[in-house]
T-cell receptor, first 115, second 109 residues
């Protein structure tokens, strides 16, 4: 069974540009969550999508957005990039079967550098 | 919201020593998870706990779900150099998952 796949692995962008990151969850998983990880801040929750709907949102500005497609693949977009957006962006997928809390499995992440 | 306090923040130990780290919360969780992250990689799930009082092992790793549902610990026995990394706890309640800040483990050969 393939794991969570994130593309691209590395990305360098200029301030003011926008970027789109992609995440393909484990087959059968309907929930995709996105996290930002920086050295001093740990894992910061961005948002979660389940069945194409955003279920939860973290405390990030509106420049950060996402969406989920019918095949559960998800994309995350950051507009008007700032230097502080440089981070490892992690995607995690989980089954979310009924009301049972299930494990989340992470991709390898996309390392975004804004210059 | 639910916050997790993970400690210690970092540990420097000698190869062969045992390690213990824990997470506490002011709120209860239904699930406790422990992850390990190597540099430049995503966190990898080590152990999942679903029941208060549950004690689960995965090789040299042992984790427990506290009976109050507000805490969990992870023990690593006989540490080896490849145990180096950042260990995260995560608690989940009604599919709302929170992460601890991580414990950075350094193992000296």
């Amino acid at each position: 069974k393939a794991g969570v796949t994130q593309t691209p692995r590395y990305l360098i962008k200029t301030r003011g540009q926008q970027v789109t990151l992609s995440c393909s969850p484990i087959s059968g998983h309907r929930s995709v969550s996105w996290y930002q990880q920086t050295p001093g801040q740990g894992l910061q929750f961005l948002f979660e999508y389940f069945s194409e709907t955003q279920r939860n949102k973290g405390n990030f500005p509106g420049r950060f957005s996402g969406r989920q497609f019918s095949n559960s693949r998800s994309e995350m977009n950051v507009s008007t990039l700032e230097l502080g957006d440089s981070a490892l962006y992690l995607c995690a997928s989980s089954l979310r079967a009924g009301v049972k809390d299930t494990e989340a499995f992470f991709g390898q992440g996309t390392r975004l550098t804004v210059v | 919201g639910q916050q997790l306090n993970q400690s210690p923040q970092s540990m420097f130990i000698q190869e062969g020593e045992d390690v213990s780290m824990n997470c506490t919360s002011s709120s209860i969780f239904n699930t406790w998870l422990w992850y390990k992250q190597d540099p430049g990689e995503g966190p990898v799930l080590l152990i999942a706990l679903y029941k208060a009082g549950e004690l689960t092992s995965n090789g040299r790793l042992t984790a427990q779900f506290g009976i109050t549902r507000k805490d969990s610990f992870l023990n690593i026995s006989a540490s080896i150099p490849s145990d180096v990394g950042i260990y995260f706890c995560a608690g989940s309640f009604n599919n709302d998952m929170r992460f601890g800040a991580g414990t950075r483990l350094t193992v000296k050969p």
